[in-house]
């Protein structure tokens, strides 16, 4: 694979980009691949769709926590089409992108991954007020106050993501442009330029801690103060709801970061022994895994959302039935 993405950089124009794929060969990985990341791809999109349509569609679910699994739908969508349709495009024949395509992947999928980890953690909060504080709960965090968090945090993020390109943008590209990961990193398209990389480099760090770390911390917080609050006798039915529907929320926590762990993990350089495929195959664990089963996992555990969709779908093929024999008495 080294030497085959060495003799085609003869066929380079300065605004192209080699993404080297290993799963091109032999032709049934190649195809195995494919349709994998399609049905995830697929499970995705059509999971988040559907969860979110529920959702607004049932005046019922027009609350904080509801509207807060409907904006991380979206952001499940942003993810998986950021990188899974290029990812396919590369595994299938053409494996080349230009200079602009890369910077609109990478801005994008930065944009997703921030945005699912303020998210998960405005969720976490949300939470914590459930349980913590329940006769003012809807006073503190009212479904408008839950809109309002979700754009400023989608704000904020935009402008984290603006900033990484307009720190890549006007770098000199020296090095020949070959990129070795299954999509345009920050860091990767980086190090493809020459010069004093030290500025780039901490504003990477920087973002990273907001972006990352800082919630992680803020989520820890609020599920160690929940479980302060759970050690109080005498619970009200509310806060026992609320206490339930915790468990859902850390498991979708619990994927996100696991997947983001072992991407960051997979680019340690004590890691480079691993096979060229496992390496990628943990890259794209956050862009595969955290979009496909999200909506699965909210969908099975939450009580409220699986009632709305039977009541919907029932109604849906009840309107239908009687539109057809309407029709048929015509």
Not at 81 to 102: D, G, K, T
Not at 139 to 152: D, G, K, P, Q
Not at 255 to 260: E, L, S, T
């Given at each position: 694979?080294?030497?085959?993405?060495?003799?085609?950089?003869?066929?380079?124009?300065?605004?192209?980009?080699?993404?080297?794929?290993?799963?091109?060969?032999?032709?049934?990985?190649?195809?195995?691949?494919?349709?994998?990341?399609?049905?995830?791809?697929?499970?995705?999109?059509?999971?988040?769709?559907?969860?979110?349509?529920?959702?607004?569609?049932?005046?019922?679910?027009?609350?904080?926590?509801?509207?807060?699994?409907?904006?991380?739908?979206?952001?499940?969508?942003?993810?998986?089409?950021?990188?899974?349709?290029?990812?396919?495009?590369?595994?299938?024949?053409?494996?080349?992108?230009?200079?602009?395509?890369?910077?609109?992947?990478?801005?994008?999928?930065?944009?997703?991954?921030?945005?699912?980890?303020?998210?998960?953690t405005i969720m976490s909060v949300d939470r914590y007020l459930a349980i913590g504080y329940p006769l003012r709960y809807h006073?503190?965090?009212?479904?408008?106050?839950?809109?309002?968090?979700?754009?400023?945090a989608t704000a904020s993020c935009v402008l984290m993501c603006l900033g990484n390109v307009g720190v890549v943008v006007p770098?000199?590209?020296?090095?020949?442009?070959?990129?070795?990961?299954?999509?345009?990193?920050?860091?990767?398209?980086?190090?493809?330029?020459?010069?004093?990389?030290?500025?780039?480099?901490?504003?990477?760090?920087?973002?990273?801690?907001?972006?990352?770390?800082?919630?992680?911390?803020?989520?820890?917080?609020?599920?160690?103060?929940?479980?302060?609050?759970?050690?109080?006798?005498?619970?009200?039915?509310?806060?026992?709801?609320?206490?339930?529907?915790?468990?859902?929320?850390?498991?979708?926590?619990?994927?996100?970061?696991?997947?983001?762990?072992?991407?960051?993990?997979?680019?340690?350089?004590?890691?480079?022994?691993?096979?060229?495929?496992?390496?990628?195959?943990?890259?794209?664990?956050?862009?595969?895994?955290?979009?496909?089963?999200?909506?699965?996992?909210?969908?099975?555990?939450?009580?409220?959302?699986?009632?709305?969709?039977?009541?919907?779908?029932?109604?849906?093929?009840?309107?239908?039935?009687?539109?057809?024999?309407?029709?048929?008495?015509?």
């Open positions: 694979m080294a030497t085959n993405a060495s003799s085609d950089l003869s066929l380079f124009t300065p605004d192209l980009i080699l993404m080297v794929t290993p799963f091109r060969e032999p032709p049934g990985i190649k195809f195995a691949v494919f349709f994998f990341t399609l049905a995830m791809f697929t499970a995705a999109l059509v999971g988040n769709c559907l969860l979110s349509l529920v959702i607004l569609r049932d005046h019922q679910l027009h609350k904080a926590m509801y509207v807060l699994m409907a904006a991380l739908s979206l952001t499940d969508i942003i993810s998986a089409l950021s990188i899974l349709p290029r990812f396919m495009q590369n595994v299938a024949s053409f494996n080349y992108i230009s200079l602009r395509e890369c910077m609109a992947q990478m801005f994008f999928l930065h944009l997703a991954i921030r945005m699912q980890s303020f998210t998960l006073s503190l965090m009212s479904c408008r106050t839950a809109v309002v968090a979700f754009m400023v770098l000199n590209y020296c090095k020949p442009p070959v990129i070795v990961a299954p999509y345009c990193d920050y860091l990767v398209v980086l190090f493809l330029s020459c010069g004093d990389l030290s500025g780039a480099v901490a504003y990477v760090q920087a973002t990273l801690a907001i972006t990352m770390v800082l919630p992680v911390l803020v989520i820890v917080l609020t599920y160690v103060l929940i479980l302060y609050e759970c050690r109080k006798p005498g619970l009200r039915r509310g806060q026992r709801k609320a206490l339930k529907t915790c468990g859902t929320h850390f498991l979708v926590v619990a994927v996100f970061f696991a997947a983001i762990f072992f991407s960051f993990a997979s680019g340690l350089s004590f890691l480079n022994s691993l096979p060229r495929p496992l390496r990628y195959t943990l890259q794209t664990a956050q862009y595969v895994f955290p979009p496909a089963l999200n909506p699965v996992i909210y969908g099975l555990r939450t009580a409220e959302i699986r009632r709305s969709f039977i009541r919907q779908f029932r109604r849906k093929v009840v309107d239908g039935k009687s539109e057809s024999l309407g029709n048929a008495g015509d």
